[in-house]
């Protein structure tokens, strides 16, 4: 990063960002720890204790990323390997997290469709589009595409593997974003009826945000991605448009949390705030924008 002070703000977003990250991380945590079901459970065992471990490896992940921040913003003093090397770190653990959280509840949707329940609210369905399918595809593939950008990132290899690789995780994220937030509104639907969506606008207006907007953004995405591969290095990107994918990624989240402020859980409490809400791990990506506003105007390159 240049040492420009006309990038203060981006510094200072990127602090927020982190800060919001570990501290949100650790919440869950601890929250996780204090709170969990009895281990006599079968399935709490084998779901819930992993999925706390992931947690906790998150939560690890961004005290990392805070305190290489925290060199940029007061001290920038880390030499290039040693802040490949803590990248590296930050990327691993946010791959233990994807793997240990939800590759277990994958296996436990599996699992659900011989229980006695898997015809109830239409079971087998339901627990396919909002546990089994999204769980696999984050522990197996979004894990994946993390462990071969740590791989890639190697000082061994060329600027441009860890690029090509970085834009495709970023593309991925997006579209987990989209798959696990669409399942929860289907599940939704399934639950409460297409009046829960059909009657109240601001559900109407989430769900679309949700299934054609993040949608939409990560096909976007995708395309920015593919069409970027071959950049040599971080000059040639065009960081506003990255700018603009990080912001509209972190106003999905903030849009719904303030929605939920001001207008409660419209239709009464169900399937889709108890997810976006209740249980949602990646809500501290509404602090986003900090980063991706900062973007938009950056003068300099990297």
């Avoid at 990392?64 to 940029?72: E, H, R």
């Avoid at 939704?188 to 109407?204: F, Q, R």
């Avoid at 207006?205 to 953004?217: N, R, W, Y």
């Amino acid at each position: 990063m240049t040492d420009s002070g006309a990038d203060w703000p981006l510094r200072f977003g990127m602090f927020l960002v982190s800060l919001s990250w570990f501290s949100y991380m650790l919440y869950e945590f601890a929250n996780g720890i204090i709170n969990r079901g009895p281990l006599t459970v079968f399935w709490i065992l084998v779901t819930d204790v992993p999925g706390c471990i992931g947690i906790g490896f998150r939560a690890a992940a961004g005290f990392i990323a805070l305190v290489i921040v925290l060199f940029y913003v007061f001290r920038r003093d880390l030499s290039k390997p040693e802040a490949l090397m803590a990248l590296r770190m930050v990327i691993l653990l946010e791959a233990a997290y994807w793997f240990l959280s939800f590759f277990m509840s994958g296996i436990w949707g599996i699992a659900w469709f011989s229980s006695p329940y898997a015809d109830a609210f239409g079971g087998v369905f339901l627990m396919t589009i909002e546990n089994t399918i999204p769980c696999f595809v984050q522990s197996i593939g979004l894990a994946g595409v993390l462990v071969k950008l740590f791989l890639e990132l190697s000082p061994n290899k060329p600027a441009k593997n860890g690029i090509k690789w970085g834009l495709i995780v970023g593309a991925f994220y997006v579209f987990v974003f989209w798959l696990n937030n669409t399942g929860n509104w289907i599940a939704a639907i399934v639950e409460k009826g297409t009046d829960y969506v059909l009657l109240y606008p601001a559900n109407l207006f989430s769900f679309v945000l949700t299934t054609v907007g993040l949608l939409l953004l990560a096909l976007y995405t995708t395309y920015f991605s593919k069409k970027s591969v071959g950049a040599e290095s971080l000059a040639e990107l065009n960081m506003h448009t990255v700018g603009v994918i990080v912001t509209f990624v972190g106003l999905y989240f903030g849009v719904h949390y303030v929605m939920w402020i001001f207008l409660g859980s419209v239709g009464g409490w169900g399937t889709w705030y108890a997810w976006i809400l209740g249980h949602n791990l990646d809500l501290w990506s509404m602090s986003l924008p900090f980063v991706g506003l900062p973007l938009l105007f950056q003068k300099r390159t990297f």
